[in-house]
């Protein structure tokens, strides 16, 4: 079975600062997905980044960015100019890619405050 | 486009009282997903329908929880009888075909936050 942890219960940043949150997993698998979901006080789940395992550039989109260590099974995302907006729960995720069903495997979620 | 629609947002009951929660996914999509979310974790997979069509729901407790999708568009998720440990926040989610073998965005609704007294 797969497991997804994130060892940083809480965060804080300042805003206009970059902050890196830490997500490890374990897997068997070789081919998978990695996400970084945000959830906002309104309960949402967006989507922020996604990552394929067989692709070794790590992804990046506007502000946000991953490192991706395969062999490390770890998957951190990088927030730059922190913006008050991004307050919110950040949940990394794993995804088998198989051909039926799309299950996630969430992490427990980090509290990021950005502070003004 | 209209997104993922859930109702109610939040819902009170006593214990061992019946609750149900309505999920409306985005127009065209044929997977529904229902996930439980507990205080400071993340979601977990309740059931998953494929239009009609539950094609998993190993993790759903059969004993007090049902699901349906009749017409392969809305569901509902019921519990009955109610229990303090319910307590929780339930997302629904949508998504084109699941079973197409190439991923597709899962889109997540605002969630019901249930409270059991």
């Known amino acids: 079975a797969q497991t997804v942890t994130q060892s940083q219960p809480e965060m804080s940043v300042q805003e206009a600062e970059t902050v890196t949150l830490s997500c490890t997993y374990d897997t068997s698998e070789s081919n998978y997905y990695l996400f970084w979901y945000k959830q906002p006080p309104s309960r949402q789940m967006i989507l922020v980044i996604r990552?394929?395992?067989?692709?070794?550039q790590n992804a990046t989109e506007n502000r946000f960015s991953v490192n991706f260590q395969k062999a490390a099974k770890s998957f951190s995302l990088k927030i730059s100019d922190s913006q008050l907006g991004d307050t919110a729960m950040y949940f990394c995720?794993?995804?088998?890619?198989?051909?039926?069903?799309?299950?996630?495997?969430f992490g427990p979620g980090t509290r990021l405050s950005v502070l003004p | 486009e209209a997104g993922v629609v859930q109702s109610p947002r939040y819902k009170i009951i006593e214990k061992k009282q019946p609750v149900a929660f309505w999920c409306n996914p985005i127009s065209g999509h044929n997977t529904l997903y229902w996930y439980l979310q507990n205080l400071g974790q993340g979601p977990e997979l309740l059931i998953r329908?494929?239009?009609?069509?539950?094609?998993?729901d190993s993790q759903l407790p059969k004993d007090r929880f049902s699901a349906e999708r009749l017409k392969g568009v809305d569901s509902t998720l019921k519990i009955q009888p109610a229990e303090l440990g319910d307590s929780a926040v339930y997302l629904c989610a949508s998504s084109l075909d699941s079973a197409s073998g190439t991923y597709n965005e899962q889109f997540f609704g605002p969630g019901t936050r249930l409270t059991v007294l």
């Open positions: 329908y494929e239009n009609e069509e539950a094609v998993d």
């Open positions: 995720a794993f995804m088998k890619h198989e051909d039926y069903g799309q299950n996630f495997v």
């Open positions: 990552q394929e395992a067989y692709k070794q």
